[in-house]
């Protein structure tokens, strides 16, 4: 049974950074695309971060460009968010999810059940 | 970047009623790279559909997808009282992948 379980989300004061974690099992991590989405309270879902399976090629979008840092550890099967500089508009759950293939099913099939990232003073 | 809209905002029905969810694209999508997801209050979201008809793993019958270019439709034949929830599209043609803002089925 594929489990994504994410850790690392808390309060932290704006400018501040936070780490989050995605402990992976039930499947071949090294063999998955993986992402970092978020959606904050009541709003809808945004992709944030993506990595490919060997961790060689990356995506931000726009709004976390220079700022976040996607990186994985296929030896224990966890993926990473480096947070830096954090503004009040990155306050969300962050999901961690798998992606299914390449292609047709370059989609997220799995995801875990987030961790919420609050930014305020 | 594509633009997403999903229409209508909510849905209201009945257990056992026919639901027809809308997602228009604000250009082509190219492959029918349209997937639609469901989500729980509290939950995260689950895969449904991909490439606009394929159902996911263990997805029941009753979802289907459909539709190709900038419209594609999401229908649930018959509503279960566990299908009221949030639906999104998501186009994955082009980066920035991109979200619709989502439908709410709800109960009559």
């Known amino acids: 049974e594929v489990q994504l379980v994410e850790s690392g989300g808390g309060l932290v004061q704006p400018g501040g950074s936070l780490r989050l974690s995605c402990a992976a099992s039930?499947?071949?991590?090294?063999?998955?695309?993986m992402r970092w989405v978020r959606q904050a309270a009541g709003k809808g879902l945004e992709l944030v971060s993506g990595i490919s399976a060997s961790g060689t090629y990356t995506y931000y979008a726009d709004s976390v460009k220079g700022r976040f840092t996607i990186s994985r550890d296929n030896s224990k099967n966890t993926l990473y968010l480096q947070m830096n500089s954090l503004r009040d508009e990155d306050t969300a759950v962050y999901y961690c999810?798998?992606?299914?293939?390449?292609?047709?099913?370059?989609?997220?099939?799995?995801w875990g059940q987030g961790t919420l990232v609050t930014v305020s003073s | 970047e594509i633009v997403l809209t999903q229409s209508p905002g909510t849905l209201s029905l009945s257990p056992g009623e026919r639901a027809t969810l809308s997602c228009r694209a604000s250009?082509?999508?190219?492959?029918?790279?349209l997937a639609w997801y469901q989500q729980k209050p509290g939950q995260a979201p689950r895969l449904l559909i991909y490439g606009a008809s394929g159902r996911a793993t263990g997805i029941p019958d009753r979802f289907s997808g459909s539709g190709s270019g900038t419209d594609f439709t999401l229908t649930i034949s018959r509503l279960e009282p566990e299908d009221f929830a949030v639906y999104y599209c998501?186009?994955?043609?082009?980066?920035?992948?991109?979200f619709g803002q989502g439908t709410k089925v709800e109960v009559k």
């Open positions: 250009q082509g999508v190219g492959n029918s790279y």
């Open positions: 999810a798998k992606v299914g293939g390449s292609g047709n099913y370059d989609v997220p099939d799995y």
């Open positions: 039930g499947f071949t991590f090294s063999s998955y695309v």
């Open positions: 998501q186009q994955y043609a082009n980066f920035p992948r991109t």
